[in-house]
């Protein structure tokens, strides 16, 4: 290693024009590193990740007793049909 080599971190500043506005930003570059977090929990896999997302979004549906499923069965599909018809004639003579 050469006795010149090592280069002090010293600050930068960068000019921008974005169309009619104008501006600098500074930057120091010692401080960055000076700055930067270091994560304590180490990273996960994106599988990991994945999973933790599908959890968040498809949380587990209640369990019905299987005597309630039977009924429910046919009796959601007339429900349904009856709650439209009366919709329908809400819209026509309302």
Known sequence: MEPGSEKKKEHREIRYQVGWKKGKIEWNEG??????????????????????????????????????????LYALPVLCFG????????????
């Open 31 to 72: 401080a960055a590193e000076a700055l930067s977090v270091k994560s304590l929990k180490p990273a996960e896999s994106p599988e990991e990740a994945e999973v933790r997302r599908l959890q968040l979004l498809w949380k587990p549906a209640m369990n019905l007793p299987s005597w309630m499923l039977f009924p429910l």
């Open 83 to 94: 709650l439209t018809l009366i919709l329908i004639y809400g819209l026509r003579h309302g």
